[in-house]
Nanobody
Framework: QVQLVESGGGLVQVGESLRLSCAASGRTSIISGMGWFRQAPGKEREFVAA????????YSADSVKGRFTISRDNAKNMVYLQMNSLKPEDTSVYYCAVSRAMAADVTRRDIYAYWGQGTQVTVSS
């Protein structure tokens, strides 16, 4: 089992920045990759960004490319999401997730076996 705890959410104004953190604990040796997803009220949970644990590849949704950056600290079992130039449409609960076997399509929710409880991000105009 892997436990995930997100932090760093909050209320910000349009154009401001936030940095989300996700701490993994437990059987972290099984981590193949990690991702960030978000879910707004009444909407499906959607892919935001992901990375592979043993490679430099990162992936981002088109809606956040150029604004959001995913990074990791393997030694601390942490993954981060730096979010710049925030927009009202970024308002969601953000979840981090762990995959035991990253597929070619990292946007698939079903490849992530463990999920955090989520952290709320609200962007006010």
């Amino acid at each position: 089992q892997v436990q995930l705890v997100e932090s760093g959410g909050g209320l910000v104004q349009v154009g401001e920045s936030l940095r989300l953190s996700c701490a993994a604990s437990g059987r972290t040796s099984i981590i193949s990759g990690m991702g960030w997803f978000r879910q707004a009220p009444g909407k499906e949970r959607e892919f935001v960004a992901a990375l592979r644990w043993d490679a430099s590849n990162t992936y981002s949704a088109d809606s956040v490319k150029g604004r959001f950056t995913i990074s990791r600290d393997n030694a601390k079992n942490m993954v981060y999401l730096q979010m710049n130039s925030l927009k009202p449409e970024d308002t969601s609960v953000y979840y981090c997730a762990v995959s035991r076997a990253m597929a070619a399509d990292v946007t698939r929710r079903d490849i992530y076996a463990y999920w955090g409880q989520g952290t709320q991000v609200t962007v006010s105009s």
